[in-house]
């Protein structure tokens, strides 16, 4: 799987929304972009993925850049719960379910 | 949504003793389950492969004979951490996909060993 690259942490204002970039320079063409968060003493929750076009569900939204290096996974309207570990993980799509999880972006959400 | 659910959420053992740690998927069959590790302020690594009806397939550094996984059913995989000591204070947390999409992930169980 290739590698990603998270800024360590971010800030975010309740309300507002949250961008969250990630790195993947060496994404093959059949690889996805996964993205999980972690709440404190949590199990990782799914959030979203995509493959090349931008996706959104009722959680967020993913924007995949066209050369599929980078991507940003965008919570709209960030509040205090979404106060988590963010992952962005790539992976072949397969059944072979094992994650490679990095370190993550801490985001903190403040009122 | 697809629900994991692990057992215990947390469990204090005295050290030498061995603990089980049970995950169930609730509303699906899982052939095939992980098991992660997280220590305090660091990723989740994962440990190993539960396979529905045959041997567990453990990562590199992790001993198969003090992690001993079972997975008897399709909906049912246990770690058991034997002989626990203090450095296996951890977060045990699995996993499980319920048709390759997405991983459901259990809620995490806390051991502390004392």
């Known amino acids: 799987d290739a590698k990603t690259t998270q800024p360590p942490s971010m800030d975010c204002a309740e309300g507002r929304a949250a961008n969250l970039p990630c790195n993947h320079s060496?994404?093959?063409?059949?690889?996805?972009v996964y993205w999980y968060r972690q709440i404190h003493s949590q199990g990782p929750q799914y959030i979203i993925h995509?493959?090349?076009n931008n996706e959104t569900n009722e959680m967020a939204s993913l924007i995949i850049t066209e050369d599929r290096k980078s991507s940003t996974l965008i919570l709209p309207h960030a509040t205090l719960r979404d106060t988590a570990v963010y992952y962005c993980i790539v992976r072949l799509r397969s059944n072979d379910y094992k994650l490679s999880f990095g370190a993550g972006t801490t985001v903190t959400v403040r009122a | 949504g697809a629900v994991v659910s692990q057992h215990p959420s947390w469990v204090i053992c005295k050290s030498g003793t061995s603990v089980k740690i049970e995950c169930r998927s609730l509303d699906f069959q899982a052939t095939t389950m992980f098991w992660y590790r997280q220590f305090p302020k660091q990723s989740l690594m994962l440990m190993a492969t539960?396979?529905?009806?045959?041997?567990?397939?453990?990562e590199q550094g992790v001993e198969k004979d003090k992690f001993l996984i079972n997975h008897a059913s399709l909906t049912l995989s246990t770690l058991t951490v034997t002989s626990a000591h203090p450095e296996d204070s951890s977060f045990y947390i699995c996993s499980a996909s319920r048709d390759g999409t997405e991983a459901f992930f259990g809620q995490g169980t806390r051991l502390t060993v004392v």
């Open positions: 539960s396979n529905e009806g045959s041997k567990a397939t453990y």
């Open positions: 995509g493959l090349k």
């Open positions: 060496t994404i093959s063409g059949n690889e996805y």
